[in-house]
Nanobody
Framework: QLQLVESGGGLVQPGGSLRLSCAAS???????MGWYRQAPGKQRELFAS???????NYKDAMKGRFTVSRVNAKNTVYLQMNTLKPEDTAAYYC???????????WGQGTMVTVSL
């Protein structure tokens, strides 16, 4: 069973940057990888993803600020977040999905707080 562990969250001031990592216990080369976040009192939302071919997709509010990447050799997906805003405060989750393998795996999440 694939396991995911997110890291890199924390407290950052508005305008600052953070890089989140999602480390997998096994190969992720055949998985679509997504980043979700859940703000207090709100539903979890998908905001960035990267396909097995490295094609990325972002929610409009994140375009130009967030960058998702993957290093399959390290079984790791990254999320570079720049120009952070208070509204980016949320728990951030990594997801691995493979239709062929019938697998949908979640990490435990990492908290990001953007505040003075």
């Amino acid at each position: 069973q694939l396991q995911l562990v997110e890291s890199g969250g924390g407290l950052v001031q508005p305008g600052g940057s953070l890089r989140l990592s999602c480390a997998a216990s096994g190969s992720i080369s055949s998985y679509w990888m997504g980043w979700y976040r859940q703000a207090p009192g709100k539903q979890r939302e998908l905001f960035a993803s990267i396909t097995t071919a490295g094609i990325t997709n972002y929610k409009d509010a994140m375009k130009g600020r967030f960058t998702v990447s993957r290093v399959n050799a390290k079984n790791t997906v990254y999320l570079q977040m720049n120009t952070l805003k208070p509204e980016d405060t949320a728990a951030y989750y990594c997801n691995a999905f493979s239709m062929i393998r019938s697998m949908n795996v979640w990490g435990q999440g990492t908290m990001v707080t953007v505040s003075l």
